[in-house]
Nanobody, 120 residues
Framework: QVQLVESGGGLVQAGGSLRLSCAASGRTFSRYAMDLGWFRQAPGKDREFVADISSSGASILYADSVKGRFTISRDNPKNTVYLQMNSLKPEDTAVYYC???????????WGQGTQVTVSS
């Protein structure tokens, strides 16, 4: 099993910054290589990809909408993935979800989400 717990969301003014964290735990997470990522879902919209980092940290992908503003990183000894969000815009307002996927499979584990609200 994999448990993912996000934190760090909140209310921030446009142009501000937030750092999200996602702490992972569980037998499956400890036993296998896991890719980690962040997704977000705004009210009335589908969940969308934000960023992804491979198990080693060597491969990173970003959605075009966040390139140059968001940075994903991971601390493997701490089983934690981070999302540093700078230059936030009102359109970044959403519930942000952490996702884990065991390498070589297509099964995803999801956290409960953390709300990010950017005021104009």
């Amino acid at each position: 099993q994999v448990q993912l717990v996000e934190s760090g969301g909140g209310l921030v003014q446009a142009g501000g910054s937030l750092r999200l964290s996602c702490a992972a735990s569980g037998r499956t997470f400890s036993r296998y290589a896991m890719d980690l990522g962040w997704f977000r879902q705004a009210p009335g919209k589908d969940r969308e990809f934000v960023a992804d980092i491979s198990s080693s940290g060597a491969s990173i992908l970003y959605a075009d909408s966040v390139k140059g503003r968001f940075t994903i990183s991971r601390d493997n000894p701490k089983n934690t993935v981070y999302l540093q969000m700078n230059s936030l815009k009102p359109e970044d307002t959403a519930v942000y979800y952490c996702k884990a996927r065991r390498v070589g499979t297509s099964y995803d584990y999801w956290g409960q989400g953390t709300q990010v609200t950017v005021s104009s």
